[in-house]
């Protein structure tokens, strides 16, 4: 045969076998991998951007309970008259409690003359037309005839809605009013008018949409309930550690009655009134599912500060015992003395926490002694509860290496490691987690989060952690939970990008990272099916990244094969999926992908390449799109598109129950 012979057979019988595909990906049926664990995608909520504080937390009122760093912070007041007095007094035999002691005072001396105490929230009160408003608030009076007018208003003075609170008595009570709007907009305002002579006196005025979720706005718990997440890491971050002791985060301030939980500057810099606390976040992780991951203050504020507090050792005895009640307060029965607050509250059922985690993003010798402090305690009184242990804020290094070997010395159950990185650094860096010794700690990577240069949530950036979670997937034995940081983001009142979910008072959109976030938790299998591509080598920059990364699954009750694909690069790959140890296809089956037709906007680096992304005009930009597959078999071929995540659904007629264990 001469060459040219030879080479057309050759090419002829490529492409039988290849059908022209640039690759081969190859999945083993047969070859059961690791189990996935159940908790692997999580979240993590933390009051940062405003994300709980004029975020998740509904109220719509700022500052109502007049104890923010500035008392009137929030407010207007307009008086008609020459001798009324309107202000904030404090501490006085007329406060409410010792916790929230300012209270606003009106004192109207003529008839004919008023005052008026407006609220916008944050930028504006959102109204929607026909829906329910419910305006509570604490008053008390030296004259009982005393009325307050009420009504919300758009910014210009238009009256959505009114009503009158009457007959206030002589001692602080709560009244209770429902407004219902008339008119839709996104700027109004609650105004209250005193026009009664004599004085009043009020306190914690709070409007919430009659729709919510104990307290939380309802568009935000979609979202979350979207991810699916296995678990939900609260309430901080750095939130918890506190820019000195006084504000880190106390759960015993945050849960009863409203007018019993004080207000504090939030770590970020802005007031925050544990609007929702412990009792509430406990509820959402019940509504979603989610196994509930507090973090507790470790008897040390922010390490990243110079006048670091840290709390002696003889002194500890009291966090910890803070720690004990936090555990009893959530699982322990219905008659014991935390365990009947709850009850008391409306929740005699236990909430199954399983973990704790101390500290965040703590290190070094002090922190390891309190650790020790809470683990023995722990472990004593609750020996079926895991200790998370924090190894500081980097990814590595020598602080990050010591406290890992103190973590695998003194037998710590999970290791919460956290990486902001740039997109370049995940797409690198998959297999980190192949070669941690499965003998030591496991790992929660509490908070993770690809940066690009201009910190935008971009495809690029949703592409790479993609990439990353692939090796999450297949490490799960190890990597037992992961959440993205941060969570929220309330556009214009933020602290820190890239973000999940961005939001204002109506709106609110995914980035493109939620959707891989979504697609992860929703489309995670039981089990890991061993999957290698050929000729997966990609180098550019001279770095070692891959053609195509990808992690096979299956799903038991779903009975179906997952293979998920990230392909980061300009060129659509054609590929051949071979499903080895002919598992019994239905023939159907979905292809899911996330990417977007956008040009490229700049080539090098990587993390400035894939620039699209979501807006509050274009929230769904970039959003997975599913597709129906049909006539499937065991060697098909795919071509996965530029730039994109794909989610391969692969239906089976399920396998033996022998199989299945
Ligand atoms: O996710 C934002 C911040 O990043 C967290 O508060 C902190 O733990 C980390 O440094």
């Not at 008018?193 to 949409?209: E, R």
């Not at 718990?221 to 550690?241: E, H, Q, T």
């Not at 995914?510 to 050929?534: C, H, I, K, M």
């Amino acid at each position: 045969m001469n060459k040219a012979l030879i080479f057309v057979c050759a090419l002829v019988i490529g492409i039988s076998i290849l059908g022209f595909s640039d690759h081969t990906l190859k999945v083993d049926f047969n070859k059961v991998g690791t189990k996935i664990s159940p908790t692997l995608f999580g979240i993590f909520i933390e009051d940062i951007n405003h994300a709980v504080t004029g975020g998740l937390y509904a109220e719509l009122v700022k500052n109502s309970s007049f104890e923010y760093s500035d008392p009137m912070d929030g407010w207007t007041i307009n008086t008609y008259g020459s001798g009324i007095t309107a202000e904030v007094a404090s501490k006085t035999s007329t406060s409410i409690n010792d916790v929230n002691p300012n209270y606003f005072s009106v004192k109207i001396p003529v008839n004919g003359e008023w005052a008026e105490l407006s609220n916008s929230g944050y930028n504006g009160i959102p109204l929607e037309k026909g829906e329910n408003y419910d305006l509570s608030l604490y008053a008390k009076t030296q004259n009982s005839t005393n009325t307050i007018h009420v009504s919300l208003e758009t910014s210009n003075g238009k009256i959505c809605a009114e009503g009158e609170i009457k007959n206030i008595g002589s001692v602080w009570k709560k009244y209770q009013i429902t407004l219902t709007s008339s008119m839709t907009s996104d700027d109004g305002h609650l105004t209250l008018k005193f026009d009664s002579v004599g004085s009043i006196y009020l306190n914690m005025i709070s409007l919430l949409p009659s729709k919510n979720f104990h307290g939380m706005r309802l568009d935000l718990v979609s979202m979350l309930k979207a991810l699916n997440p296995g678990f939900v890491r609260f309430p901080g971050g750095c939130f918890v550690n506190g820019n000195t002791l006084s504000n880190a985060f106390n759960w015993e301030n945050s849960i009863g009655p409203h007018t019993d939980r004080p207000t504090t500057m939030d770590f970020w810099g802005y007031d925050q009134s544990y609007g929702i606390g412990l009792y509430e976040y406990l509820l959402l992780c019940e509504y979603l599912g989610a196994q509930p991951v507090f973090v507790i203050n470790p008897g040390m504020s922010w390490q990243g500060s110079k006048d670091v507090q840290i709390v002696p050792l003889q002194d500890m005895k009291k966090w910890v015992q803070s720690a004990l009640d936090l555990i009893e307060f959530a699982d322990g029965p219905a008659t014991g003395t935390w365990g009947s607050v709850r009850a008391s509250l409306g929740h005699p059922k236990p909430f199954d926490l399983e973990y704790i985690e101390v500290g965040n993003e703590n290190v070094g010798q002090d922190y390891y002694e309190r650790f020790e402090l809470f683990q023995r305690a722990i472990k004593a009184k609750y020996p079926q509860i895991k200790l998370i242990f924090s190894v500081g804020p980097n990814h590595g290094g020598s602080q990050f290496d010591n406290a890992w070997d103190w973590a695998k010395e003194h037998g710590v159950d999970v290791v919460d490691e956290h990486i902001h990185a740039t997109p370049d650094w995940f797409l690198t860096h998959t297999g980190r987690y192949d070669s941690y010794n499965r003998k030591g700690p496991k790992v929660m990577l509490g908070e993770y989060a690809a940066q690009t240069w201009d910190k935008q949530s971009t495809l690029g950036a949703a592409l790479a952690e993609a990439a990353f979670m692939t090796g999450l997937e297949k490490n799960s034995d190890e990597v037992i939970m992961a959440s993205y940081a941060p969570l929220f983001n309330r556009a214009g009142w933020s602290q820190w990008a890239p973000d999940l979910i961005w939001f204002n008072g109506t709106r609110v959109y995914g980035t493109p990272s939620y959707y891989t976030q979504v697609l992860f938790a929703e489309n995670r299998g039981d089990v890991v099916l061993p999957s290698s591509v050929s000729d997966n080598g990609y180098a550019e920059q001279g770095k070692g990244y891959k053609h195509l990364y990808c992690v096979a699954s299956y799903d038991l009750k779903g009975r179906d094969i997952i293979v998920k694909i990230v392909n980061p690069w300009p060129n659509t790959e054609k590929c051949r999926i071979d499903l080895e140890g002919n598992p019994p296809l239905t023939g159907n089956g979905q292809s899911i992908v996330l990417t977007s037709n956008d040009p490229v906007v700049s080539h090098i680096p990587f993390h400035g390449r894939i620039n699209s992304v979501n807006t509050f005009e274009n929230p769904t930009h970039v959003a997975p799109i599913t597709k129906k597959l049909t006539g499937l078999s065991n060697s098909f071929i795919y071509t996965f598109k530029a730039y994109s995540l794909t989610i391969l659904k692969i239906g089976t007629e399920g396998i033996s129950e022998e199989d299945e264990k």
